[in-house]
């Protein structure tokens, strides 16, 4: 590309961030990627067009100074990445309000902010934008949240955030698309849960692909998408 894309990557230290990443960057976007903590910096990506940016984006004043920047720097957001999140094991017995804040906090209100911002600049360009959330798939399988209250109700309120986002599509040229995996194979989560198969789990590097068709043109004629990513699990 000789004038790239952008792509905003909120969460770019984690693992599916850093798959997410590297596959934007080899597909030939400006990659603009989040970090929470300064100390992150020194482990990112180094690459010509790849620029990392300190925010806390459950902060709405933060997440406005961030979308100022990049349309003042770039001008234009073509794609955003929103994978910050976190999550939590917990039954309706033992799931505490504070549980349920803090994971609305990780996984609705940083996407809802990022969203929010995003689809009032993308809205204004003439191409619009595409918005990218993270499901769970126990959001969707009441028997898997059950275990996982906190994080899957989280989860759940994306679904119609992806919803309200794509009814106004054909009006604002916004569209956004959810991202359903299984279990992602990272170490975390082979840490938690040892005796899992891993095989039968979603790589970081497998979302990232569908990540890459959902940027690309190819892409252009989806509306209302749900992805689920479950490989075998």
Not at 67 to 91: E, N, P, R, W
Not at 112 to 132: A, D, P, T, V
Not at 201 to 218: D, G, I, N, R, Y
């Amino acid at each position: 590309m000789n004038n790239p894309h952008i792509a905003l990557v909120t969460g770019a230290s984690g693992n599916l961030g850093t798959a997410v990443t590297n596959q934007l960057l080899a597909d030939g976007f400006q990659v603009i990627g989040t970090i929470l903590h300064p100390d992150e910096k020194d482990s990112q990506i180094q690459h010509d067009r790849f620029e990392v940016y300190q925010a806390d984006v459950s902060n709405e004043s933060e997440v406005e100074e961030l979308v100022k920047y990049l349309t003042t720097k770039y001008q234009h957001i073509d794609v955003a990445c929103l994978l910050v999140g976190g999550f939590a094991m917990s039954s309706l017995e033992d799931t505490k309000l504070a549980d349920v804040e803090k994971m609305f906090k990780l996984n609705f209100n940083t996407a809802y902010l990022c969203s929010q911002k995003l689809y009032l600049r993308m809205k204004e360009q003439e191409s619009g934008g595409h918005i990218m959330l993270v499901g769970a798939r126990p959001a969707l399988q009441a028997d898997a949240a059950a275990s996982m209250v906190s994080y899957s109700l989280s989860k759940s309120l994306l679904f119609e955030l992806n919803k309200i986002i794509n009814a106004k599509t054909v009006e604002t040229g916004v569209r956004s698309s959810i991202l359903v995996p299984s279990v992602l194979d990272t170490p975390p989560n082979r840490n938690s849960m040892p005796d899992a198969n891993f095989n039968d789990w979603v790589t970081p590097e497998q979302l990232a692909e569908v990540v890459s068709f959902l940027a690309s043109p190819k892409s252009q004629a989806l509306r209302q998408t749900i992805l689920k990513v479950y490989g075998n699990a």
